[in-house]
């Protein structure tokens, strides 16, 4: 859903564990979904994409997994890696204002995974 | 290829002076889009452009917010004056093609902008 508050959910995962992040989305018409990765100082990174018409898609060590009956999207990521530490962003495509086609993504709030080696 | 460039990275300034960032969008993108993305938060979409054109500026408080993208390539977004809730970053991303729905954003490493 929309980005409220200032104090992101954290989740710590030991070094090779797997890690699951998790996302609610707002709006049931949402058709395309992202994953970004955003380390501090950066821009979000491009992770995976799934569309609404999927319920699982795989990456290299990432899943995403989309649950439509109950709007719950899902990162899995395998063998977490100290690279791995950054904030996580889902982002969902609502149909844009204006233009056929456009795309507008909401962010969620974001997910920071801290790694313990 | 080259990623979304975007300058300056950092910018301090006081409250009701302009600012202006610039951004450059990964080559043959259509699409440009500006964000803010408050510290603690995700990135808030505030204007999209397809090409030269305006698709969505329905987030941007156009009392102080301009945004332009005069030849469909390179885009600048404005604030004047500034406000010390505008302390953020400024965050430029482009996609592929015009009207493509399920198309990845890429994104810059934005704009630190600090309001004293």
């Known amino acids: 859903g929309e980005s409220v508050g200032l104090h992101l959910p954290t989740l710590s995962v030991q070094e090779g564990d797997n890690s699951i992040i998790n996302c609610a989305y707002s709006?049931?018409?949402?058709?395309?979904f992202i994953w970004y990765k955003q380390e501090s100082g950066k821009g979000p990174q491009f992770i995976i994409d799934i569309r609404s018409n999927m319920d699982k898609r795989q990456g290299q060590r990432v899943t995403v997994l989309l649950n439509k009956t109950v709007k719950h999207l899902s990162l899995q990521i395998a063998a977490t890696q100290p690279g791995d530490s950054a904030v996580y962003f889902c982002?969902?495509?609502?149909?844009?204002?204006?233009?056929?086609?456009?795309?507008?993504?909401?962010f969620g709030q974001g997910t920071r995974l801290t790694i313990n080696p | 290829e080259a990623g979304v460039a975007q300058s300056p990275r950092y910018k301090i300034i006081e409250k009701r002076q302009s600012v202006a960032f610039w951004c450059n969008p990964i080559?043959?993108?259509?699409?440009l889009y500006w964000y803010q993305q408050i510290l603690g938060q995700g990135p808030k979409l505030l204007i999209q452009f397809q090409n030269n054109g305006v698709v969505d500026d329905s987030q941007l408080p156009k009392d102080r917010f301009s945004a332009e993208r005069l030849k469909g390539v390179d885009s600048t977004l404005k604030i004047q004056p500034a406000k010390l809730e505008d302390s953020a970053v400024y965050l430029c991303?482009?996609?592929?093609?015009?009207?493509?729905?399920?198309?990845?954003?890429?994104f810059g490493d934005g704009t630190r902008l600090s309001i004293l």
């Open positions: 709006n049931s018409a949402s058709d395309y």
């Open positions: 991303a482009s996609s592929l093609r015009p009207g493509a729905q399920n198309q990845p954003q890429h």
């Open positions: 982002a969902e495509n609502m149909l844009g204002g204006g233009f056929q086609g456009a795309q507008k993504l909401v």
């Open positions: 080559s043959g993108h259509a699409t």
